[in-house]
């Protein structure tokens, strides 16, 4: 890793294993491209990735684009009702092979179409006819893995990198335990063609993701929809988990929970690396995001919602004018706000604000994350 500019003013602390002693990760790390760089081998092309829902795969040759860093990928539904995904790259010269979602019987190249199968054989590669040693049948596009979340599907570039239900075999019976109707929501709105962009490192989106310390003070809306005094932070493996029970008390906020709602809590759980799987008090929902990488200081934000079937009521809109209008702005201002600090000159490291019961003023997901991040950094692995 080439040095940043501002580590020469500051020794380097290592991170302390108890969080209340140690520093916060450096500064270099969210600012310098160099690292930006590391992290593509040895973080995100081995770990899993949320990557679409069902529903957008639920027949024969349906099938949607993705990314995971620079590789582009995309998920197929094969003749079987089965979901493979694929690097999206024609096994002739390369060229893409379907872009954005859609339906295909077959796919066929826009280059020179060559057209394969929907489990990525290829089926015809046109003028190879004459040729002696042209095998058509040893060629296929190339293949990675793809296993299920409830209905998300998750892909990994890294063949040797234990399952994710193996990672966090806890994870989906949580969701289910928190949300009796999961099996009744449906995709709400697709996913979103114009993400939210925030101007800042991912890791930045992600620390902000892992704590409620920043939540009365900077989310004074959401404080009153929730009861932040009663936030409760778990980490375990590769899953981290925040809840806090919906307040019912009127206030400022555009949205108060009626009790009669289903859902009377908040939770919001992180799959490391770079996964957010929330669901708020009121109707059923169920939001998956993914903070997606695009530079050392831009971070997209990929949503995929769920909620139950039928019009959207005034409890939902409320609550999405929660979500869209207060808290989503004010965590991409401070994110971006963070970004700025952490490249100034004045600035390496800080502390980890610390309590033992776990609650809103806890840091401790954060010290978690970034060790995990160091020793992945450092090694590659993705071992729980
Ligand atoms: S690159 Fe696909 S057919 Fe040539
Ligand atoms: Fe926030």
Redesign the pocket.
Known sequence: MSPSPVSPLFDEQPLHPEADRSPTLAARYYVDPAVFEAEKEAIFYRSWQFAAHRSELDAPGKFVTTRIHDQELFLVCNARGEVRAFYNACAHRAHPLVEGQGRRERLVCPYHAWTYDLDGRLQHARGTRSMAHFEQGAICLSEVRCEWLLDFAFINLDDAVPPLAAQAPTLADDIRACLPMHDELVARGGRSLTPPQVRANWKVAVD??LE?F??RN??PT?SQTLDVSRTDIRVEGIVSRQSMPASNEAGETPYVVSPDEPVQQGVFWFVWPNTSILILPGPPSLYVSRFAPVEPALTVRQFFGLGMPGEIGDAERARDRLASEF?GP??IR?CEAVQRGLRQRGYSQGRYVIDEARNEWSEHALHHFHRQYLERLATGSDAP
């Open positions: 902000n993701f409620c920043h939540c900077a989310h959401f808290v004010e965590d401070l």
